[in-house]
């Protein structure tokens, strides 16, 4: 089965706990501006909003890369840098039409999520579930569950 | 690890930064953020320095846990010589800004001397530049702000600033960073004023280490459960934030209402937590519309609100149509209760306008009730007042005194002096609800008597962040004690005095608080900080923290009769609920707490004290 990050920006509360927790795992600190998934906060319309790489099935990231330095894993479905290949090009990041993956300057390769092998720390790092690991054929399940209570299919009463 | 161990000297008066590296002798005592940056002040200053004066030094200080994972590691406290009251002052600030100073690489930023032209400081990880500020002074905080991000064009930067009332000497301005959260009390903005520096601008990307990561993970992880299990910090706090006591400390016959005569607001329902999340008469929506966390906070007790648009504060004004900080329960009473209005979205306008210029919601509405107190006393008219009728209640007065005080115009000038320099000025220095020049918070000495101890001792004049019994007393964290007792507070006070102080210093929250007790917090430190950190080590640090800043308010001039009460809550009983007939009981409580602390009768650290602490 394929999974994929499922965010709810409505719960999320701005506290880059996501953040803290992709960094650490994969630079070894503390240090939100490495992480692969960010928060974005719109103030003045009270909004967060987490994002990252979705891992696109055909993915621009991947045709960009001259090197063949970005693979599919053939379970998962997701999409991985090969720091021995990459050669810090960032063509990759140009492609992209999300700007999800970037360039790391102490490192001079590019990097993006990448579900942390299937486990990611990010999900378990969120305070308030806003970002959770579930079956990519089911992500819309909640959102379709929320419209599916609003359809007015009670039974009518007759006079 | 933690510490960065880099400090940043700015001298405005020359106009260079200078890198120099933290004192570890100091840190291992004094830990970080509150009790390391005192420590430094102290070391540099004259304790009767003028506080306005280029001689004064402002220190940002970060604690060796901020910028961390573990809960609420996201704090900075600002610390010179307050403005306000002439003494210590710490202000603790949250938001995002206090991490960024922290990735950059800074534990510390010391500014002293003065500059001559207005100007800020950018820092970009090492590099640390002072700039012109000359086309932003006379902007707001939420101006300067948006203007920094363009000139740098960095939108991942992180600004704290003063407004147009810390320029124009309005003597509780604060230092307001990322648009809200603020380091508020004591006028730490009126220092940062009076150097002529308009603003910090940080971006890093340099990261933070602990010690022991994975020690580090465990504890916080541990940590974290415990604050999602609690009922305040799990429930009561993410959903109505720190309003969810505005009922609650009306009930308990604590909530100061029209300059403390009376002790229950019979509209308190109007302006809590609950009216705040109901759907408005006028438009059918909330005033709330999110929580927001600080930086790495689980608990995300900050309100996000939206004044209703065709409200008559902001109908004519569209640039106040957008969602920013709400209220939290201390401006609430303060813009609220104490002056007696009870028209929610006028309380977060003018809220907004005191982020928007920088200054202290507390102060602000303590001393226009003050004001008030006097003009229904005949003692102020319409005369000092440029016409205006400052009676309680109305919120179009308290509004436009609002606008008026952020500008330092007409009687808002007046009102920028703070309550005990107000009162002072017309003859009525009883009437300012204050201890040491700072104005009280939201609660109640005579229904919460622990607090009329924790006020009248704390070391920055009246506060609720140095020793906050309400938690004791009120909530029975960590175990229910009687309000209306004075027996045990005098050991109660100091117990939470002294753990305060080093959750301050950790770069923790206070909030944490209702959850943890150092034996959840000690883990965490020692995990990520050398040296031994037990809840012990932490608590004679907290304890050595209190006797430093007591000292250096002794030194300043302060003595043991500023460890006072005003006359109204000696004298004056509580005319309603559980407190009725009730005084505070300070003199009964006072002279155990110089006991308990190990001071002599007049107030004073004995040398023992002294010795014991290593102060």
Request: charged share 20%; aromatic share 8%.
């Amino acid at each position: 089965m394929q999974k994929t990050l499922v965010i709810d920006p409505g719960k999320c509360t701005g506290c880059k706990q996501c953040e803290m927790a992709c960094s650490y795992v994969k630079e070894g600190t503390f240090n939100p501006s490495k992480s692969r998934i960010r928060v974005f906060d719109f103030h003045t319309e009270a909004r967060f909003v987490p994002y990252t790489c979705t891992q696109c099935d055909d993915a621009w990231c991947q045709q960009a890369c001259p090197v063949d330095a970005i693979t599919t894993d053939p379970v998962s479905g997701v999409k991985q840098v090969h720091d021995n290949l990459c050669v810090g090009c960032k063509v990759c990041t140009i492609a992209c039409p999300f700007g999800t993956i970037n360039y790391n300057v102490s490192t001079g390769k590019v990097i993006k999520c990448d579900h942390c092998g299937g486990d990611p720390e990010c999900v378990k790092a969120c305070p308030t579930q806003a970002i959770v690991y579930s079956d990519a054929e089911q992500a819309g399940f909640d959102k379709m569950r929320q419209w599916a209570a609003k359809t007015d299919n009670a039974p009518q009463t007759t006079a | 690890m933690a510490w960065t161990r880099k400090i940043l000297r700015v001298n405005l008066t020359t106009g260079t930064c200078e890198t120099e590296p933290l004192n570890m002798e100091w840190a291992k005592k004094y830990l970080g953020q509150r009790g390391l940056g005192t420590k430094y002040l102290i070391e540099e200053i004259d304790p009767k320095v003028d506080p306005l004066s280029p001689d004064n030094k402002l220190i940002f200080a970060t604690g060796p846990l901020t910028g961390t994972c573990a809960s609420t590691a996201g704090r900075y406290s600002v610390i010179t010589k307050g403005a306000l009251t002439g003494a210590i002052a710490c202000s603790n600030s949250g938001g995002y800004f206090g991490a960024e100073l922290k990735f950059a690489g800074w534990d510390m930023i010391i500014f002293e001397g003065k500059a001559k032209r207005p100007v800020y400081l950018s820092i970009v990880d090492d590099k640390a530049e002072l700039h012109s500020a000359k086309d932003l002074w006379g902007k707001s905080v939420w101006d300067t702000d948006a203007a920094l991000k363009s000139i740098h064009q960095e939108p991942m930067m992180h600004v704290a600033a003063i407004g147009v009332a810390g320029e124009k000497g309005n003597m509780y301005a604060c230092i307001v960073n990322d648009l809200h959260r603020a380091a508020g009390r004591s006028g730490v903005g009126t220092v940062m004023g009076s150097k002529n520096l308009k603003a910090v601008a940080v971006r890093g990307t340099q990261g933070v280490s602990v010690e022991n990561f994975r020690a580090f993970m465990k504890a916080t992880e541990a940590g974290k459960k415990t604050l999602q299990e609690n009922a305040v910090t799990g429930e009561g706090l993410p959903a109505y934030g720190t309003q969810v006591l505005m009922n609650v400390i009306n009930e308990s016959g604590a909530l100061p209402t029209r300059n403390f005569h009376d002790v229950q607001f019979e509209s308190a329902h109007d302006i809590s937590a609950e009216a705040m999340a109901e759907p408005r008469r006028s438009d059918g929506k909330p005033n709330l519309l999110a929580n927001q966390a600080c930086f790495s906070c689980t608990i995300a007790c900050g309100r996000i609100s939206k004044i209703d648009e065709n409200h008559f504060t902001v109908v004519n004004k569209p640039e106040y149509w957008h969602a920013s900080g709400g209220l939290e329960y201390e401006a609430a009473w303060a813009l609220g209760a104490a002056t007696g209005v009870k028209d929610l979205e006028a309380l977060t306008y003018a809220n907004f306008i005191c982020n928007e210029q920088g200054y202290d919601p507390i102060s602000f509405g303590s001393t226009l009730a003050a004001a008030m107190d006097m003009y229904e006393e005949g003692i102020l008219t319409k005369k000092q007042t440029g016409g205006v009728e400052l009676k309680f209640g109305s919120a179009e007065m308290l509004t436009q005194m609002a606008e008026m005080t952020g500008k330092c115009e007409g009687f808002g000038k007046q009102l920028a002096l703070g309550s005990k320099r107000l009162c002072e000025k017309y003859g009525r220095a009883e009437l300012s609800m204050s201890v040491k020049g700072q104005e009280f918070p939201a609660y109640d000495p005579r229904g919460i008597q622990g607090m009329g101890l924790a006020y009248a001792t704390s070391n920055r004049g009246a506060c609720h962040l140095r020793g906050y019994t309400v938690a004791s007393e009120i909530l029975g964290i960590p175990e229910k004690t009687d309000p209306l007792a004075t027996d045990g507070k005098a050991g109660l006070v100091k117990a939470f005095q002294d753990a305060t102080a080093a959750v301050d210093s950790a770069g923790l929250c206070v909030f944490t608080t209702f959850a943890w007790t150092l034996e959840d917090i000690a883990p965490q430190i020692d995990a990520a900080c050398e040296g031994n950190w037990t809840p012990d080590t932490l608590l004679e640090s907290g304890e050595r923290i209190w006797n430093m800043e007591r000292k250096f308010n002794l030194d300043a001039g302060f003595t043991g009769k500023d460890d006072s009460l005003p006359k109204r809550l000696l004298k004056d009983a509580a005319k309603t609920g559980p407190a009725k007939g009730l005084t505070s009981g300070l003199d009964k409580m006072l002279p155990e707490y110089y006991q308990v602390r190990g001071w002599n009768n007049k107030g004073v650290p004995t040398k023992e004290t002294l010795n014991r602490l290593g102060v």
